[in-house]
Structure formats: C-alpha cells, structure tokens
C-alpha cells in the first residue's frame, strides 16, 4: 500500500484541472468562481498566507501561465526578525510591514489578493472554506467558497502556551505586529502609572517588574531591546524610577538561547548578569494570574510566585486550527505540523503543498524510503550488498534526500560502517558484503538523531522561492526531469528535492553587541556582528521602501533616542 501511495504522491501535475467547473453555490455558501471571468487554459494556484513562505512565493513565481490567488487575514508582510524592535521605538511597525499588493504589482502573473481567512481546506473536492476579517462584513455577506488547482498553505503558527492557566488572558505575546505594538505602549503605561503620586515603594515595583517566559531567541531579544529602551532613554524621562525597574527572564530548560553554540550561551548568560536582567532557567511558569507568576523549579519542584507589571509570553509555536482540522481529515492527527514529502507536497493529497512553520518534512518517512532504497539495490536478493553497492546506495540516498547528506557526510556514515565493521569485518576490501538488516538497525539511529528544520523564516522563505521555482519550470521538467532516480518505478522524480541551505543565526543582546552563529560553526560576539547584522537585516529587507525607512529609524534612535509616547 505504501507504495501505491508513493506513486501518487511523485505525481505533481497529475491534478486534473477542476476549478471552476463548479459555479453554483456550495453548501449554500455562494463560491467565487464564474465561467464567465475565467480563462479556461489557467491553472489556478491558491496561497494562503502572506507570510515569509506565501511572500517568497509570490516574489518568485513567474509563469504567467497560472492565476494566483492569495488569501490571508492581512494584507501585508511583516519582517518578523525586526518586531523585537517595535516593541520599544527602535523601529516603527510601518517601517516593517509591506502591502502585499505593492509586493506583486509589478508581476506579470496574474495575482489576486483576498483579505480573508481561510476555515477549512477540502482537500477531496478541492475547495477552500473563507471567511473574510469581521470589519469588510457587508450585507452579511462574509463567507466564500475557493477552487484551487494547486493549493499552497503557507499559515504559519500561532502561539504555544502548553494550556498554562492565565497566560491567554494576562500575557502579552510576540507573535504579530499588533502584538509588538501592543507591547510598547503597555511598557509605556508602566513608566506613567508607576509615577504616579498616590503609589508606594512596593506598588512601583511590583509595576516596574517585566517577567519574560522563554529564553530563545525572540524572548532574549526581547529582554535586551526593552533593557536599553530602560537605560538609554526612560531613565532620563522618568529619573526618579530607575530603582524600582526589574526585569526577569524565566526559563525551564538549563539554559537560555539552548539553539545557539555554547559560547554564545554563556556570553549572553553572563552579560545579561552584568546588565543587571534576572536569567531564571529552570524554572517553568505554572500559572499567570492577572497579578502574579507561579513558577515551578525543575530541580527540586519549590513552587514560589511574583508579582508583575508585564509579563511577555515567548515559548515557542503551535499549531493553527485550520491545520489541526486538516491533519484529522488526513489522517495526520497527533503531529505537531503538516507532514510533507521532501518536494514539500503534503502526503495523502494531490496538488497541495505546505511550506514554513505549519510544515514539517516527515523524516519517518524518509528512513522507509531509503531502507527501500537499499532493498532495491540488493539486486540477487541475497539480503547483503557489497561495500561498492552501498556507497552506491549512500551517493542515491543524498541525492534524494539533501537533509540526510550533511548528517551522513559528517557522522553518520562512519557510524554505520562502524556498526557494520562490528559484525562483518573490514569493510574497506571490496569483496565483503553488508547486512540489509544491520544498516536498517543503524538507520533507525539515525532516525532517532535526526532533527526537523528548524521553524524560521529563513526555512520558510528558501521553501517559498523553492517550490515557485518548482511551478516555474512544471512543464520544462515534465519531458526533461531532473529528479533523483525514482526507487519505486521507473525515470526520474521532475525537480530535485528541497534543499535548506543554513546561513547562520543572530541573538541580537543589547547595548549594540549581537552574537552571530554562521555557517561552519564560525561564532563571532559583540559590536562588529552588530554591524554585520544591521548590514544583513537592511539587505534582507522585502523592498526599497521598507529598506529605507528601517535604515531611518536606526539612524532616528541614533541621534534622538527612542520615542516614548503612549499612543
Ligand atoms: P508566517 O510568517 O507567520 O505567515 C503566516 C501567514 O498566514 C500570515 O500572513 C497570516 O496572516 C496568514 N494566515 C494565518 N492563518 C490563516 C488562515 N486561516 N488563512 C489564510 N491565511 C492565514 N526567523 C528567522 O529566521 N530569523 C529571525 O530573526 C526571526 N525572528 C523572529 C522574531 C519574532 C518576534 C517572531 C515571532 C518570529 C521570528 N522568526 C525568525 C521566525 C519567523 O518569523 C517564522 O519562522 C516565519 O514567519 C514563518 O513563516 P511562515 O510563512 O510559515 O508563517
């Protein structure tokens, strides 16, 4: 079974072209397609989301021989490595949002927007349950049925909050541009009410407090920006409350930024000391109510509380309601993200692909494969395979498998032959065999080892631009594939697999120092990567304009400091 399936999965373009076909209302929700304003020859490919991975779609598909339609609840993209930033002045929300309509004017696709929200995907039918934002509610009229083609769910995720009691209600998240916004003010409002003249020494503590849960590296950040927002410009505005300011890091693991190089770790451990900021790790919040924060100490399970002014909840991403409600039609129920295969198609449905944080390719599935991969290699079926036969089996699996290369190449290839040496001998003679069964046992150690990409907008993008380059070239590579050999059937697979190419990491730490990871375990702390990394995020930005006014703002905050006003 599972390979009749592997055989449908391989088959992209297999989709027969359906939408529109259907232009009467559907359970009774009236649908958007009409014959009358479609062109026939069109594929048409659904986005949803306007996200890094639905936006660098958009920005790279070019064939003008698809109709594009792109719904998402917000009309803009948000460049989400600089909200951080907003929460304290440092830029303006403005600065880091783009009209995704400005994105894909220019384009010679035809590109439609729908500032709507979808609620259900259809796979079986092909259809798209939306709904459009509460305030373009007209006639009553809010609800709309989508045909697709090709359906693209690029949704992203929402906030994990492990069903902590209180935290929906008392905490603040950093998760959109709203919620940054949100933040400042609310830090803002505790600089005036902790002025006020009626409050005493314990009141304005307890209101100066900032508690921030989760030590990655947006909660870090987080506590760096508002750390210098304190020193650098409210102390000046607000003298007499420089004492009464506290801010805390709570984290239950061992230690904060635990995604970075130790060395990154224990600098930005050792500077937030210096600065003053309270790094609590191991130490889990339990509860939030709307004045204290219960937390639980790993080690000896003491449970103790403190009360707050701001609590700012940053633990990670979880997974959006409309992705929930798919995976149970899918039979995907009980995962974290959408299970894709490594041309990010989701498995199970024809035509409908998953790209960025609401994704995850499905490493269980790769291990099948490659077993597979091995058992077809194994010509005369006599159960083992020579030392040249295997390293042919190695070359074919990183082929096909690009995020399986890097940990053959560095570990786990030696791992194997290691464990294959064990029982077999010396495997550098040519003459002696290998044991299926043997390398099926250390795959599943890789199995085990091997880790997801990581959620960040670097994956989601290079899967955006990755897959419109896919769309790009449907129809070149469907009489000139350029796949890896398919193992079950015949000819090649049409693309080549998605390849994640990492270009290292930022942990921006306050007081212009930043710690940069790049590629090839190259570490370097302090003001020149604070360079590095304003010259990076400028580059990075999605157009001139926002390039522009992000640059600004930095020079703005560098000669007038930060605004403080409440509004
Ligand atoms: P998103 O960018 O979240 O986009 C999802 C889109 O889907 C949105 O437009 C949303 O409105 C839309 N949507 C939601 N629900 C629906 C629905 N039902 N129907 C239609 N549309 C819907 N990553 C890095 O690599 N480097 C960083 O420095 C970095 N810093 C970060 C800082 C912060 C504060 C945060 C929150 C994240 C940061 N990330 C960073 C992570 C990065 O932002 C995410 O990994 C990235 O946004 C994922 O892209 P995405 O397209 O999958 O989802």
Redesign the pocket.
């Known amino acids: 079974p599972s390979f009749s399936r592997l055989l449908v999965l391989v088959s992209v373009s297999g989709g027969s072209l359906v939408a529109y076909a259907d232009a009467s209302p559907t359970n009774g929700v009236p649908s958007l397609a009409s014959k009358a304003n479609v062109d026939e020859k069109k594929k048409k490919v659904v986005v949803?989301?306007?996200?890094?991975?639905?936006t660098s779609f958009l920005k790279n598909i070019k064939d003008p021989s698809y109709e594009v339609q792109v719904?998402?609840?917000?009309n803009y993209f948000a460049f989400?490595?600089l909200?951080?930033s907003v929460t304290c002045g440092t830029v303006e929300a403005r600065s880091i949002v783009e009209p995704i309509r400005n994105i894909v004017r220019k384009k010679r696709v035809d590109i439609r927007f729908n500032e709507a929200?979808?609620?259900k995907i259809d796979a079986k039918n092909k259809k798209l349950y939306c709904r459009s934002n509460e305030n373009n509610n007209l006639n009553g009229k809010k609800e709309f049925v989508v045909d697709y083609d090709y359906l693209v769910i690029?949704?992203?995720a929402q906030v994990n909050t492990f069903n902590t009691p209180g935290v929906v209600e008392n905490c603040h998240f950093?998760?959109e541009v709203e919620d940054a916004q949100r933040i400042r003010r609310t830090v803002i409002d505790c600089f005036e009410r902790a002025s006020l003249p009626t409050l005493d020494e314990e009141d304005r503590k307890k209101i100066l407090h900032f508690a921030i849960v989760g030590g990655g590296?947006?909660g870090v950040e987080f506590a760096a920006e508002l750390h210098d927002f304190v020193n650098e410009d409210l102390v000046k505005l607000y003298p007499g409350l420089q004492d009464f300011v506290k801010i805390t890091l709570l984290e239950a693991g061992d230690h904060i930024l635990n995604m970075f190089d130790k060395r990154i770790t224990a600098f930005a451990e050792e500077k937030f000391r210096r600065d003053g900021i309270d790094v609590k790790t191991g130490s889990m919040v339990i509860k939030v109510t709307d004045k204290e924060i219960s937390t639980k100490e790993m080690k000896n399970g003491e449970i103790s509380s403190m009360p707050y002014g701001m609590t700012v909840w940053s633990t990670g991403i979880g997974t959006?309601p409309?992705i929930k409600d798919f995976m149970t039609q899918i039979g995907q129920a009980n995962r974290r993200a959408l299970a894709t295969d490594e041309w990010l198609r989701v498995e199970g449905c024809d035509n409908v692909y998953a790209?960025?944080?609401?994704a995850t390719i499905n490493q269980r599935r790769v291990m099948e494969d490659i077993s597979a991969i091995f058992i077809k290699a194994d010509k005369d079926n006599s159960g083992t395979l020579t030392v040249k036969e295997f390293k042919e089996v190695i070359d074919d699996i990183c082929e096909r498998y690009p995020q399986v290369e890097l940990y053959l190449k560095n570990k786990q290839m030696h791992d194997i032959v290691d464990l294959l040496k064990g029982s077999k001998g010396d495997v550098a003679k040519e003459s002696i065999a290998l044991d299926i069964e043997e390398f099926k046992s250390a795959l599943s150690q890789v199995d085990s080892q091997m880790k997801n990409l990581p959620?960040?907008?670097?994956v989601?993008a290079q899967q955006g631009a990755y897959l419109a380059h896919c769309f790009n070239r449907m129809e070149e590579c469907e009489s000139n594939p350029e796949g890896p050999l398919r193992f079950r059937g015949s000819g090649r697979h049409r693309f080549r697999p998605f390849r994640y190419k990492h270009l290292g990491q930022?942990a921006p730490l306050g007081g212009e120092q930043t710690a940069a990871q790049l590629p090839g375990d190259w570490v370097s702390i302090g003001h020149s990567s604070q360079w590095l990394w304003y010259s990076v995020y400028a580059s990075k930005q999605v157009s001139w304009r926002t390039r522009a006014l992000v640059v600004t703002d930095w020079t703005r905050r560098f000669v007038f400091g930060r605004d403080s006003s409440r509004i």
Do not use: H, N
Request: aromatic share 8%; glycine share 14%.
């Open positions: 949803l989301g306007t996200g890094w991975a639905g719904i998402s609840p917000r989400t490595p909200l951080p929200e979808c609620y690029s949704v992203g950093l998760k590296p947006t959006r409309i790209l960025g944080d609401c959620a960040t907008a670097q989601a930022f």
